[in-house]
């Protein structure tokens, strides 16, 4: 059985694709600018000036990137932004992800009528509107922060659960599973120690592609006003108001949209990096 190349043959692999550490430097040094960034300038994300509504980028006053339409330093404004957008996105795949592991290798494992009904309830959820499930979510329990995880979430682990499904159904006949069941390891334990092992590979691949959909997501529910709230923002939120105003102050949109373009072309680029080390035709 293939399993994912060891982490010391990962890393000499990446260190081979220049495309690939590229991406990966320039998302580490976003998420730190994101963290650190608030620290270093003199202006709040919160703090209005009415006096210097939409003034165009500039050293003068530390405004970087202009203010937007309430005098707000839109510097402070994309470094939340940054930092919220990969809050959410990071979060909502590492619960797609457990609940998708989870839910997909014990529907592989057990297979039969188990496998129908747990797939059939996937399938049902498919079927659900999304936008549909976010706005009944936001009328029942209000506008809630948490809530955005809930609602990326409910999309994100079917797509891993099916991936999952399917690895673990080529898994279990086996020779080692089978060795597994006939030593008296319960299912739990053939899950844990015997399945999830030999699905790393692939599951390190679709999380790096489920975190740019949980991005895109996340931006669609606040461009939409379902998202993040004031006087918190995220990317998404920022782009919604550049295109409110993007005739008097063109750099509202563009700084927003190109920060966003960038993180997502950098997570395709290192989940393609990515898949190919778990190709065994890959050679540096």
Same mark, same amino acid.
């Given at each position: ?36 960034? &608030? ?17 165009? &980028?500039?050293?003068? =006053?530390? /405004? ?19 930092? !919220?957008?990969?809050? #959410? ?14 839910? @997909? ?28 499930? !976010? $706005? ?15 609602? $990326?979430?409910?999309?994100? %682990? ?19 599973? =089978? ?5 008296? #390891? ?5 899950? %844990?120690? /015997? ?15 489920? $975190? ?5 997501? =996340? ?22 108001? @550049?295109?409110? /105003?993007? /005739?008097?102050?063109? %750099? ?10 960038? $993180? ?16 065994? *035709?890959? *050679?540096?």
């Amino acid at each position: 059985m293939r399993r994912f190349p060891a982490i010391s043959s990962v890393i000499r692999r990446l260190k081979g694709s220049r495309t690939v550490m590229t991406c990966l430097l320039l998302l580490l040094l976003i998420a730190v600018v994101g963290i650190i960034g &608030p620290l270093l300038t003199p202006h709040g994300y919160a703090d209005t000036d009415f006096a210097t509504r939409f003034a165009a &980028p500039t050293f003068n =006053e530390l /405004h970087l990137f202009g203010t937007d339409e309430l005098g707000r330093d839109q510097f402070a404004r994309t470094l939340l932004g940054v930092k !919220v957008t990969l809050f #959410v996105a990071v979060i909502a795949s590492v619960v797609s992800l457990g609940i998708g592991v989870l839910y @997909g290798a014990t529907a592989g494992l057990f297979g039969g009528k188990i496998d129908a009904v747990m797939m059939r309830a996937v399938d049902a959820l498919y079927a659900l509107p999304f936008v549909f499930f !976010v $706005i009944l979510l936001m009328v029942v329990f209000d506008r809630n922060f948490l809530l955005i995880f809930v609602a $990326i979430g409910a999309i994100n %682990w079917l797509d891993m659960a099916r991936i999952v499904r399917g690895q673990t159904m080529s898994l279990k006949n086996r020779a080692f599973v =089978e060795a597994a069941r006939l030593t008296g #390891v319960s299912t739990a334990g053939i899950i %844990w120690r /015997h399945i999830t092992p030999n699905l790393i590979g692939v599951v390190i691949v679709y999380i790096t592609l489920t $975190i740019p959909q949980a991005i895109l997501v =996340e931006s669609f529910l606040s461009f939409l006003g379902l998202g993040v709230q004031e006087p918190q923002t995220s990317l998404g939120a920022l782009v919604n108001t @550049g295109v409110a /105003h993007m /005739h008097r102050a063109p %750099w509202l949109l563009i700084i927003p949209a190109g920060v966003l373009a960038l $993180i997502l072309f950098c997570f395709n680029f290192l989940g393609d990096g990515l898949r190919d080390i778990a190709d065994p *035709k890959y *050679k540096v």
